[in-house]
C-alpha cells in the first residue's frame, strides 16, 4: 500500500524556511518583501486561490498588495497597473491571477511582467532559462511536484519518468525540471500510442490532465512514485487526475487529492518571491 505524500505538511515545512528569509529580509533592509496580486472579475475558484495566497503571505512574514479589478476593466487600464507595480522598487513579485475575464489578452498582460518580478515563472525568459539550467523564477507547480518527490527520498537520477500531459503551466516545466534532475522523461499526451504500456514504464508517474480518474491501476508499474495534480469536480466532489484507491495498491507513494500538489502551488510562488527580493540586492 502506497505512503501518503501529505503536500500540506512539505508545505508548511517550506513555509517556515521562507518565514525565516522573510524576516531576515526585513531586518536588514528595513522592509517586508512585497508581492502584489492581481485579481480581475469574480471567477470564485480565483479568489479563493488569491485568498489562499493572501493568507501564505501572512503566514510567512512576506507583504502583499492586493488588486480586486472589475471584469470590464479595460485592457489598457490592467497595463498600466502591472507597469506602475514593475517600477516600484518595494513591489518583489507581481502576479496576475488566471483566467482573466474573455476580452483581456492574458499574454499580453503577461508580457508587462518583467522578468525579475515574475513570480510565476512563465514569461518567456525565465522558460528559456529553465531550458538552459539558468537561475530563474521557475513555474511553481512543477517546483511543487519536484519538492513533494524529493520528500520522499527516493532520488530522481536515473529513474524513468513519465509526465501525462503537456501544458506550458505544468506538463512542459516539470518535464525539463526532472530532465534537469538527471531522469529519463517522456512526456505523453493525446496523440500518445499505448498510452498506458508507455505509463506502466514509469519509477515517477506525473499526471496533469484534468480527466478525473483518468490513470487507472493497470497502467501503474509496481513500485511507483505518483503525483497526481488533477482537480476535477464531479457532481459535486473533488476527485484527481488519479483512480486513488485501486492505484495506492500498487504505488509505493502517492499525492492526495485534495491536499497533496495544491499546497505546494502557493508555497512555491512564496519562494519565488522570497528569491526574487534577495536577487534585488
Known amino acids: 500500500m502506497a505512503k501518503i505524500i501529505d503536500g500540506k505538511a512539505v508545505a508548511a515545512e517550506v513555509k517556515r524556511g521562507l518565514k525565516e528569509k522573510a524576516d ?8 517586508k518583501i512585497c508581492l502584489a496580486v492581481i485579481i480581475a472579475g469574480d471567477d470564485p475558484a480565483s479568489a479563493i486561490y488569491v485568498r ?26 490592467l497595463n498600466e497597473l502591472i507597469d506602475a507595480l514593475a517600477a516600484d522598487d518595494s513591489v518583489d513579485g507581481i502576479l496576475v491571477q ?34 538552459l539550467k539558468e537561475e530563474c523564477s521557475k513555474a511553481c507547480t512543477p517546483s511543487g511536484i519536484i519538492e513533494l518527490i524529493d520528500s520522499t527520498g527516493v532520488e530522481i537520477e536515473g529513474k524513468r519518468a513519465v509526465v501525462v500531459g503537456r501544458s506550458n ?17 517522456t512526456v505523453c499526451h493525446s496523440r500518445t500510442r499505448d498510452l498506458a504500456s508507455v505509463c506502466r514504464e514509469a519509477d515517477i508517474l506525473v499526471s ?9 491501476a493497470d497502467m501503474v508499474k509496481e513500485g511507483a512514485i ?10 459535486g466532489k473533488l476527485y484527481g487526475d488519479v483512480d486513488f484507491d485501486p492505484v495506492s495498491a ?12 495544491g499546497p505546494m502551488t502557493v508555497a512555491m510562488l512564496l519562494n519565488n518571491t522570497v528569491k526574487a527580493a534577495y536577487r534585488g540586492k
Open 208 to 216: 496533469a490532465v484534468g480527466k478525473a480518474r483518468f490513470i487507472t
Open 169 to 185: 503551466t505544468v506538463g512542459k516545466p516539470v518535464a525539463l525540471m526532472l530532465l534537469e534532475r538527471n531522469a529519463t522523461v
Open 98 to 131: 488566471v483566467p482573466l475575464p474573455a476580452h483581456l489578452d492574458e499574454r499580453e498582460a503577461l508580457s508587462h511582467i518583467p522578468t525579475n518580478k515574475d513570480v510565476d515563472g512563465f514569461s518567456a525568459e525565465n522558460v528559456g532559462k529553465l531550458v
Open 52 to 77: 489562499n495566497k493572501v493568507k501564505a503571505c501572512e503566514e510567512t512574514n512576506v507583504k502583499s498588495l492586493k488588486y480586486a479589478l472589475p471584469a470590464s476593466v479595460p485592457q489598457s487600464e
Open 24 to 31: 531576515f529580509f526585513e531586518s536588514k533592509y528595513g522592509r
Open 250 to 261: 500498487k504505488a509505493s507513494y502517492i499525492t492526495p487529492v485534495p491536499g497533496g500538489v
Open 226 to 235: 505518483v503525483i497526481d495534480v488533477g482537480m476535477n469536480r464531479v457532481d
